[in-house]
């Protein structure tokens, strides 16, 4: 299993690299930046990430609904030419709601897992008349993105809960899922060692945004469309949204350190070996050490001081 951490980019960059530079120490094998209409632009965080660090993983999590396949080729490029093949990309399709505040309508795009796919084709043609490898990964959760995410090297499903990735599986297997791909998971996460109630509301904020930009397919398969759909009538952001918490618990990684073992087991016998712990794990050094200690009990390292 991979332990990774994804960290926000809408704080000052030298407190992006502060955390960065920790997570190395404590032994986190890939550290994912991912921009968007509440972050800092990915590249120049990602690059500010591997100046300060060594030689671990970074990740890059674009949207082509932003951003040209031509500028996130350019940005892998740059990337790569000065720091090494030591990057990764994911192409992830944005939040529908978040998009909308730049003018970017996700709803009314049709096709969007063929517009995700023919920019991970332009990208990969200009990669590789350049001679540069980069792994593409694509951030997934309804059954077409799932269907396209078998033409991926990887895909980091957008929920949690073992039914849902069982499921998730089954539809990559269905989709023709090669043998070396990667299976991942990249959510919200809040693993405690001391809980904090403000901690926990960041974590359902998070979730409640993963939440609400699922498919209408993905809630239908699942039995939650019509409670969903209820609340998203009202036509309130996701502070004042009481999203059930059984459905956040769908959508997210929150437990006591204690548990996290159990729950990558699970994981593991299911297929996934890429772990990506995101906002509000990410909050300070304290939350990051916190999971560090509870991955290190698991795997018998010993690198928390």
């Known amino acids: 299993m991979k332990y990774c951490l994804n960290i926000n980019a809408n704080i000052p960059l030298s407190e992006v690299v502060k955390k960065a530079k920790e997570a190395e120490r404590l032994g986190f094998e890939c550290l994912w930046i991912c921009d968007g209409v509440t972050q800092r632009f990915g590249p120049v965080a990602a690059s500010a990430v591997a100046f300060h660090t060594g030689s671990v993983t970074v990740g890059l999590g674009l949207t082509p609904f932003i951003h040209s396949p031509r500028q996130i080729a350019a940005a892998l490029l740059t990337l790569i030419r000065r720091y090494g093949e030591r990057f990764e990309l994911s192409l992830i399709p944005g939040d529908k709601k978040l998009l909308s505040q730049v003018g970017v309508q996700l709803a009314g795009v049709k096709a969007v897992p063929q517009r995700i796919l023919e920019a991970k084709a332009e990208v990969e043609k200009i990669l590789r008349e350049k001679k540069v490898h980069c792994s593409i990964w694509v951030g997934a959760q309804g059954p077409k993105m799932l269907k396209a995410a078998a033409l991926f090297d990887g895909v980091q499903l957008n929920f949690a809960s073992p039914r849902m990735i069982r499921w998730g599986l089954e539809q990559l297997r269905e989709a023709g899922m090669r043998k070396e791909f990667k299976v991942g998971v990249f959510a919200p996460a809040y693993v405690f060692e001391d809980f904090e109630e403000k901690l926990y509301k960041r974590m359902e904020k998070a979730a409640s945004l993963v939440a609400l930009g699922a498919s209408k397919a993905l809630m239908e398969r699942f039995g939650f469309y019509e409670r969903m759909r209820l609340l998203q009538a009202q036509n309130q952001g996701p502070e004042a949204l009481n999203v059930p918490s059984d459905i956040l618990e769908e959508f997210s990684i929150s437990m006591p350190s204690q548990r996290l ?24 050094l304290k939350t990051i050490r916190e999971l560090a200690e509870a991955i290190q009990k698991l795997t018998g390292s010993r690198q928390v001081k």
Do not use: T
């Open 261 to 284: 073992g159990d729950y990558i087991a699970q994981l593991a016998m299911l297929g996934v070996k890429y772990v990506v712990f995101a906002h509000p794990q990410d909050y300070s």
